[in-house]
């Protein structure tokens, strides 16, 4: 009886050995998002890492909105949004779009961020 109970906790050791969290701590970021001092509707934020070992994350902005879990360390931020241009088309089933958020802001973005080892808030005003 003894040896089997010994068996028993070693495979339970065994099994619970890799429960823990893994990989590295992430920290909540959060913030509003305007554009021409409205709130986006509806968009993404992606934040790109400076380091090799982080990985891009991406959020849904919505009603001006975003949070996500990252890493400390610095990031560049892509912010994006769409909006229909005209009415619905019948061929393809919906209206057209564009992107109105300027480059400088996602595919040419210069906006940097820190995170450091705590909750942040970043919140940006967007301008045309």
């Given at each position: 009886?003894?040896?089997?109970?010994?068996?028993?906790?070693?495979?339970?050791?065994?099994?619970?050995a890799?429960?823990g969290?893994?990989?590295?701590?992430?920290?909540?970021?959060?913030?509003?998002?305007?554009f021409?001092?409205?709130p986006?509707?509806?968009?993404?934020?992606t934040?790109?890492p400076?380091?090799?070992?982080?990985?891009?994350?991406?959020?849904?902005?919505?009603?001006?909105k975003?949070?996500?879990?990252?890493t400390?360390?610095?990031?560049?931020?892509?912010?994006q949004a769409?909006?229909?241009?005209?009415p619905?088309?019948?061929?393809?089933?919906e209206?057209?779009?564009?992107?109105?958020i300027?480059?400088?802001y996602?595919?040419?973005?210069?906006?940097?961020?820190?995170?450091?080892?705590?909750?942040?808030?970043?919140?940006?005003d967007?301008?045309?």
């Open positions: 009886m003894r040896r089997s109970q010994i068996l028993a906790g070693l495979l339970l050791v065994a099994v619970t890799g429960c969290p893994s990989g590295p701590t992430k920290y909540p970021v959060q913030g509003e998002v305007r021409n001092g409205k986006i509707a509806a968009g993404t934020m934040l790109i400076g380091s090799p070992q982080a990985r891009t994350t991406v959020s849904q902005i919505v009603d001006g975003y949070e996500m879990e990252v400390a360390g610095d990031w560049t931020v892509n912010i769409v909006r229909e241009t005209g619905v088309n019948p061929a393809l089933g209206a057209p779009r564009e992107q109105y300027p480059a400088r996602n595919g040419d973005s210069q906006l940097q961020i820190t995170v450091p080892s705590e909750r942040s808030e970043f919140n940006y967007l301008k045309a």
